[in-house]
Every structure is written in C-alpha cells, then in structure tokens.
C-alpha cells in the first residue's frame, strides 16, 4: 500500500512515479493521487513530475487544465460546481450563476479570498429532469432557484 508520509514532496511523487509508472500514461493516477493529498498540484509538484517522467512541464500542466477535478491551485474548502448544460440552462442556470457570484465576490473558476468556497461550472450532472442543478461538496442540489441557492451559498460562507 502507498504511503504518503514521506517528507519531501519530491520523495513522494518519486514513489508514486515507482507505483505507477515512469511514463506519461501514468499521469492521470499520479497527479490524482497528488491532488486527493494535498486538494491541489503546485508548481513545484508538476515540475517534479515532469522532471521525472521526462515530459516538458507544459505538458504536465495542460493535462490538469483539461480535467475538471484537477487543480493548479488551491481550491476552497467548499467546491460549487455549477451545471452548465442545455437543459440547465433552459432553466435558468445562468441567472443563478449569476446570482452566486454576486453573493461571493467572485467569478466561477475563482475561490473566495478566506478559502472557503471555489466556484466552477460542471457538465451535466445527470439530474436534467430536476433542473438546475449543482454540486457541493459531492451532494446533488436540484430544482434551484435564486432564493434556494442564496440560502445555501450562505451556509458555507
Ligand atoms: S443539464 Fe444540468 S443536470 Fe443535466
């Protein structure tokens, strides 16, 4: 079994290198076990990645950008996701969104200056029927509407 409690993050990522693989087809496992530790990969951390799988950094960074559960930076201790898709749409998902970032100070894609909320916007969470819908934290919140969804941005403030 892995362990992460080694003290330098250089020593860490060398074993899960090790764990997974020396190539860039272990990407995805590495940078998602780095991320599950520390809720985000730093600079640092995709440089010594890259130096180690002997990819350009660039790389290691575009990979994070592309998926949505990656992150460059340190995200909120809360995480809103925010369907974006048609059918949330059609039902006033952009009016909500709207709403939000007024409510927080702060565009999707930003985390709040006291780290206690980030905001990012989803693809289909699969509750179309229901719609809106958003994320928090992993719980499904549907049938929003700007009053439902003021009242639980507020609880996590
Ligand atoms: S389009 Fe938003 S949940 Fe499906």
């Known amino acids: 079994m892995l362990t992460l409690e080694k003290n330098s993050l250089s020593e860490e990522i060398e074993e899960l290198v090790s764990l997974y693989g020396e190539n860039r087809g272990s990407l995805l496992e590495i940078l998602g076990a780095i991320e ?16 180690l799988l002997n990819i350009h950094p660039v790389e290691v960074y575009s990979f994070i950008s592309f998926f949505s559960f990656l992150h460059s930076k340190p995200q909120g201790r809360n995480m809103v996701r925010m369907c974006k898709t048609i059918a949330c749409n059609m039902k006033g998902a952009d009016n909500i969104s709207a709403v939000i970032e007024k409510e927080l ?32 934290n992993g719980k499904i919140y549907t049938n929003l509407d700007v009053e439902k969804a003021i009242k639980i941005i507020n609880e996590l403030k």
């Open 36 to 51: 599950k530790k520390y809720g985000y990969i730093s600079e640092f951390a995709q440089q010594e990645v890259a130096r």
């Open 105 to 136: 100070g702060i565009k999707f894609g930003e985390t709040t200056k006291n780290r206690r909320v980030t905001l990012e916007y989803t693809n289909c969470l699969g509750m179309c029927d229901c719609a809106p819908a958003m994320l928090v």
